[in-house]
Nanobody, 111 residues
Framework: QVQLVESGGGSVQPGGSLRLSCEAS???????LAWYRQAPGKQRELVAG???????RYADSVKGRFTISRNNANNTLYLQMNSLKFEDTAVYYC??????WGQGTQVTVSS
């Protein structure tokens, strides 16, 4: 079992920034880690994923605004979100190997 604890969500105005964190109870070294999000009435979608720092993967809708990173030393995954838009409002989930999931953290972009 892997426990994932997300933090960093909240409410922000359009154009603002948030940084999400996801701390894992097991080593993340060499593991596919990703952030997904689910907005009300919509399917869960991939936001960004990473195995190695030099090859992250992003949804087209967040390219240039979001940055995924990882710290293997403290088993933590991050998502830096800049220039947030209304449509980024969702519950954000981290996943360890697409097998274990966090409880989600709410991100709300509103004026």
């Amino acid at each position: 079992q892997v426990q994932l604890v997300e933090s960093g969500g909240g409410s922000v105005q359009p154009g603002g920034s948030l940084r999400l964190s996801c701390e894992a109870s097991r080593s993340i070294s060499g593991i596919w880690l990703a952030w997904y999000r689910q907005a009300p009435g919509k399917q869960r979608e991939l936001v960004a994923g990473i195995v190695h720092d030099d090859n992250p993967r992003y949804a087209d809708s967040v390219k240039g605004r979001f940055t995924i990173s990882r710290n293997n030393a403290n088993n933590t995954l991050y998502l830096q979100m800049n220039s947030l838009k209304f449509e980024d409002t969702a519950v954000y989930y981290c996943t360890w190997g697409s097998r274990y999931w966090g409880q989600g953290t709410q991100v709300t972009v509103s004026s």
